[in-house]
């Protein structure tokens, strides 16, 4: 079952045209990559998903055309975006951090649960429970995002990003933590990333973007072996 | 003795007016991450809506009332249509647009009711009592109650309930709140619709004893941005109790200090700011901001 | 029209035509009479006013609630001077250098804290400034205020006061905005910049904003000195209640109004310092304020830099029918903009639309 599908999306930042057409499709549980340099479009699109950028051609989640929603509205349906840049709550706590992913639910008990399997998940954010966001490294903070994005019980994470600016083994050890909690909830992912060795951590397949368009599709297995894909974002 | 204690008392009086101010520029601050230079303006405004209303015969508690809704109504207008595109831009951009609000707010009143003084009834009679030798009136510990009241509510609504989470949330970044599911929109014009009943409740408490003017509250809102400075942006305890500080101070100084005098204690809350800040940048209460680079 | 822009590119017709505006500008207080003189005069001490707001407003982004406090300064330090018989030089030395003074020493110990704090250190100038200068009645003659003419014209010009004061205003105020006009077009006028938008920035370049802020309050205070220099020359009284906080308002108003971050905009600001509120009081008194406020928000919503930027709107349009102008984004070019209004300083486009997340200010 097709949980988000897109279809020939376009977008503009102004004047400039940054997405031409792209289409990509994520199943039910599935975990998908959008890959590609700098300026490639792959943050556009995932900001496309979420309303916060607004877009042409189709988006299809669930069933339902989500184009033109508000990002509030697409949170609503079960879409959790975790921004490049992480896009904490410097001046909040931790807690209140993850008690703000959670806003949506009604559930006590389950926020509650859910927060305790977090915290096993990422040890470091125990320790900082009572901290500011804002006084975390980088590491720290990008596990206080994706944990916040959990907090929503997502049905699909689009995740942006998540090794910027980290170091190479704090980058492992988020991807880890991240293919860890895929493997526990079944949720699916869109995973955005330059560094497509730690994409293939979790994604079984993925699209490769380039000045907005796709070039490349397949399977992780695929893509590994193509020679273009290991020159480019393999490192050879 | 008793003329320091009645200037104490009277010190917590003046700075309880200060303080109510200061709460309802927290608030806006908290919720929309501005700070309000129209606060004032808009406490005024509402008072000469409940004036006019009792002039017209409602009783002053409904009219209190009545005015309190009207202003929440207004302020969350205000911040859609005025204040919004504001929000995200230069903040001293955003100060300067408060203070065209001010000007205009203060300039409608002006003309709708003239800028002749009016008398506005009091909601607590002015019987005194008598405290360690000092005469207090009942209007002064009603004031004071309902401002102790009001700032223990806003505490525990920032700090303990979802509500006020959602306030700052979306304050300190409203693209990841929208993202977390938070309605932004929503959240803002509440905000500045609760910080302007607030300020519709101070401007039915001070204008008994100022008395109404277009202007009344022009003086006090300077004494609050003292207060909030002194105090902390983030904390409504600590911007009362730098209120009352300053209501103090100044009459203290006023009297037992020579050189200032009456006329220049106006002097005394910026001094006190000047001084605080050079050693505690964050205000007393405030928290610190360290930000990773 | 390219034949135009190519015209008025050429070195000869620029200084021709700066020749021509200065003889005609030389000319004014000549043709017009004594009242739109006196108008004029007025336009002036307050541009200048607003040109030194704008120094540490506009171009360097510090909210300063205090310049009508200099030039009050500067009005009674003319005025001290005149009734104590200085020769007219020192008098404007003094005038500019006090209130210089004044504001080095605030903005050493202001400079270092954050942007609301600045905004209320220089709300207490106009407002201790008052209470101070009832106080000190022996040098300032308290409320009544005091009175000095010391600008008649004098027997040898021929001329009479308004015009000569009304040169005095051109002359004065003329090098001011010249000299400000070469700072914030220099590499000071850079750094400014630079401070405005991001202080961080700025910092990391080995710019320091601290430094920055000092300087252009410090300028902006002598220039608020100037300004109540002249304001004494045209005026010829001052009292406690030249530097009351709602001028304070007023001014700042004038500023955006007429056009933040601009030296044209600063005569606009002048301008309409001068002109709306009698304009607005001839209508009704009690809708002034109104007026007012409503006005300034009009101003923030549909022209943010000021009335300066619809001007150059209108110029672009005139100059170039066919170009579209695609708002902050637009890459000014070439020698036809640096023609395009005798002596504006243009808005540093890096400066627009840089930062896309909000600042945050302790």
Not at chain 2, 103 to 112: A, M
Not at chain 2, 256 to 283: E, N, T, W
Not at chain 3, 94 to 117: F, W
Request: net charge neutral; aromatic share 8%.
């Amino acid at each position: 079952m097709t949980l988000l599908e897109l279809e020939s999306v376009t977008a503009f930042y102004g004047p400039v045209q940054v997405l031409d057409a792209v289409s990509l499709s994520v199943p039910e549980g599935g975990a998908v990559g959008i890959l590609g340099a700098n300026g490639a479009g792959k943050t556009t699109t995932l900001r496309a998903i979420s309303g916060t950028v607004r877009a042409g051609g189709r988006i299809m989640f669930d069933g339902v055309d989500i184009r033109g929603k508000r990002p509030e509205q697409v949170a609503a349906m079960g879409v959790a975006h975790v921004p490049e840049g992480r896009g904490s709550f410097g001046a909040l706590t931790v807690r209140e951090n993850l008690r703000i992913g959670a806003y949506l639910r009604r559930d006590r008990k389950g926020v509650e649960s859910d927060i305790e399997l977090l915290l096993e998940l990422f040890p470091n954010l125990r320790d900082r429970y009572k901290a500011h966001a804002s006084s975390m490294s980088g590491g720290e903070q990008q596990m206080l995002a994706v944990a916040r994005a959990f907090m929503a019980k997502p049905r699909l994470l689009l995740l942006d990003e998540a090794s910027l600016g980290l170091a190479p083994s704090t980058a492992t050890t988020v991807y880890d933590a991240i293919a860890k909690l895929r493997r526990e909830s079944g949720i699916a992912m869109l995973v955005v990333e330059q560094n497509a060795n730690l994409a293939f951590h979790i994604v079984d397949s993925a699209t490769v973007l380039e000045t907005g368009r796709n070039v490349l599709t397949g399977t992780s297995a695929e893509l590994k072996g193509m020679d273009e894909v290991r020159r480019a974002y393999l490192g050879g | 003795m008793g003329q320091f204690i009645q200037l104490v008392i009277d010190g917590l009086s003046n700075g309880s007016i200060y303080a109510v101010l200061a709460l309802a520029i927290v608030l806006v601050n908290q919720a929309t991450g501005m700070v309000n230079f129209a606060q004032g303006g808009m406490a005024v405004l509402a008072a000469y809506l409940t004036w006019w209303m009792t002039e017209h015969g409602l009783p002053l508690l409904l009219a209190i009332l009545l005015s309190v809704l009207v202003s929440f109504v207004v302020g969350g207008l205000l911040e859609r249509f005025v204040i919004r595109r504001f929000e995200r831009g230069d903040p001293d951009t955003a100060v300067v647009v408060t203070i065209g609000l001010l000007t205009l707010i203060t300039g409608i009143c002006g003309w709708l009711w003239s800028y002749n003084n009016k008398q506005f009834p009091s909601l607590f009679s002015l019987h005194t009592v008598n405290i360690f030798g000092a005469a207090v009136s009942f209007r002064s510990i009603g004031t004071f109650l309902v401002i102790v009241a009001i700032m223990l509510a806003l505490q525990a609504l920032f700090l303990g309930t979802r509500f006020g989470l959602a306030l700052r949330a979306v304050a300190i970044n409203p693209d990841s709140a929208a993202l977390s599911g938070l309605p932004v929109g929503r959240l803002l014009m509440a905000g500045w619709g609760l910080a302007a009943a607030l300020g519709a409740v101070a401007g039915a408490l001070v204008a008994p004893q100022l008395t109404l003017t277009p202007g009344m509250m022009d003086e006090a809102l300077v004494y609050a941005l003292a207060a909030v400075i002194l105090g902390g942006l983030s904390s409504p305890i600590g911007v009362v109790l730098a209120a009352w500080m300053i209501g103090v101070l100044e009459n203290l100084a006023a009297v037992y200090v020579d050189f200032i005098g009456h006329d220049l204690s106006v002097a005394v809350p910026f001094f006190l700011i000047f001084v605080v800040l050079i050693v505690r940048p964050q205000g007393l209460f405030g928290r610190k901001a360290v930000v990773r680079v | 029209m390219p034949l135009a822009s190519n015209f008025f590119s050429r070195p000869w017709v620029r200084w021709a035509a700066i020749a021509i505006v200065v003889v005609a500008v030389l000319a004014v207080p000549l043709g017009f009479s004594e009242y739109t003189n006196q108008n004029l005069a007025r336009i002036g001490v307050f541009a200048v006013a607003v040109l030194g707001l704008n120094v540490v407003m506009g171009y360097t982004g510090q909210v300063s609630l205090g310049q009508i406090f200099f030039v009050g300064v500067g009005a009674y330090v003319t005025a001290y001077g005149a009734t104590h018989g200085w020769n007219i030089i020192v008098v404007l030395v003094a005038s500019t250098i006090v209130p210089g003074v004044i504001g080095l020493l605030v903005a050493l110990a202001a400079a270092r804290l954050g942007g609301l704090a600045i905004a209320m250190v220089t709300i207490a100038l106009p407002i201790i400034g008052v209470p101070l200068a009832k106080r000190l009645s022996d040098y300032t003659g308290g409320s009544e205020g005091v009175s000095a003419s010391f600008s008649n014209a004098p027997g040898w010009s021929g001329l009479y006061n308004d015009q000569w004061q009304l040169y005095m205003v051109i002359v004065v105020g003329g090098a001011v905005f010249l000299l400000t006009r070469n700072l914030v077009r220099g590499k000071y006028g850079r750094a400014f910049a630079i401070v405005k938008s991001n202080e961080a920035v700025a910092a990391s370049m080995g710019i320091s904003p601290y430094r920055y802020k000092v300087m252009a309050f410090t300028v902006a205070s002598l220039i608020g000195g100037v300004s109540g220099f002249l304001y004494m020359a045209v005026i010829q009284f001052t009292s406690p209640e030249t530097m009351t906080f709602s001028h304070s308002i007023t001014l700042l108003a004038s500023m955006v109004i007429g056009g933040s971050a601009s030296i044209v905009g600063s005569l606009l600001g002048g301008a309409y310092y001068v002109l709306v509120p009698q304009w607005t009081n001839s209508i009704n008194p009690n809708l002034t304020e109104l007026l007012q406020g409503a006005i300034l928000l009009l101003t923030l919503f549909l022209f943010p830099g000021g009335l300066v930027t619809l001007a150059r709107e209108i110029t672009q349009r005139v100059r170039r029918p066919n170009r579209h102008s695609s708002g902050p984004e637009q890459q000014h070019t070439s020698a036809a903009e640096a023609v395009s209004s005798h002596g504006e300083a243009e808005q540093d486009p890096t400066v627009t639309g840089i930062s896309t997340e909000r600042q945050h200010k302790s």
